[in-house]
T-cell receptor, first 113, second 115 residues
Framework: GQQLNQSPQSMFIQEGEDVSMNCTSS?????WLWYKQDPGEGPVLLIA?????ELTSNGRLTAQFGITRKDSFLNISASIPSDVGIYFC?????????????FGSGTRLSIRP | SQTIHQWPATLVQPVGSPLSLECTVE??????LYWYRQAAGRGLQLLFY??????ISSEVPQNLSASRPQDRQFILSSKKLLLSDSGFYLC??????????????FGEGSWLTVV
């Protein structure tokens, strides 16, 4: 079935570094969603993108809706310890309001000791 | 505003025992409802998806079942738990926004350990 390919699977960063991750699909999406999950909690929505080429920021986070509509990118600037967690991309299959939403496999972000 | 609540938060159950996890959504009507499972350190596996009362899609063959007895209530059940059913279970909902794609919101999660 259709799936979202998220990379990298994991990354170790130094505090203060910038972080980039992406999500790709073989299908066109009309919405891209980025979530962060802290240990033992449900994922929380960070940024929602609704238009090809759209660039949206939420504090130190910036996400972009790829112009091909088959990919999306999330950047974190000047990382801090609380950025540690799992980041998921997601998008609805289809254009109906009843469309199922699927998720990428996640990018695990850790701070290098 | 909309809220989603699921319970219990943690559960330790013996193999072969039944399971019931419950989820309710407030502040919206006719939501799409989801049950996901997440193994430790892994991604989100969609188990069940519902677009309305009594309408349940099963995504993965398993010994779990789901029911939607009311518009904003979603229940995950099992008659006999297996060790492999252990994991973190997440309920979620999405709305019906005209002109924009859906956004999905998650509950707090339920930790299930089968022993």
């Amino acid at each position: 079935g259709q799936q979202l390919n998220q990379s990298p699977q994991s990354m170790f960063i130094q505090e203060g570094e910038d972080v980039s991750m992406n999500c790709t699909s073989s299908s066109i999406f009309n919405t891209w969603l980025w979530y962060k999950q802290d240990p033992g909690e449900g994922p929380v929505l960070l940024i929602a993108l609704y238009k090809a080429g759209e660039l949206t920021s939420n504090g130190r986070l910036t996400a972009q809706f790829g112009i091909t509509r088959k990919d999306s990118f999330l950047n974190i600037s000047a990382s801090i310890p609380s950025d540690v967690g799992i980041y998921f991309c997601a998008g609805p299959l289809g254009y109906s309001s009843a469309s199922k939403i699927i998720f990428g496999s996640g990018t695990r972000l850790s701070i290098r000791p | 505003s909309q809220t989603i609540h699921q319970w219990p938060a943690t559960l330790v159950q013996p193999v072969g025992s039944p399971l019931s996890l419950e989820c309710t959504v407030e502040g919206t009507s006719n939501p799409n409802l989801y049950w996901y499972r997440q193994a430790a350190g892994r991604g989100l596996q969609l188990l069940f998806y519902s677009v309305g009362i009594g309408q349940i899609s099963s995504e993965v063959p398993q010994n779990l079942s789901a029911s939607r007895p009311q518009d904003r209530q979603f229940i995950l059940s099992s008659k006999k738990l297996l060790l492999s059913d252990s994991g973190f279970y997440l309920c979620a909902w999405s709305g019906h926004q005209q002109g924009r794609g859906n956004t999905i919101y998650f509950g707090e999660g339920s930790w299930l350990t089968v022993v």
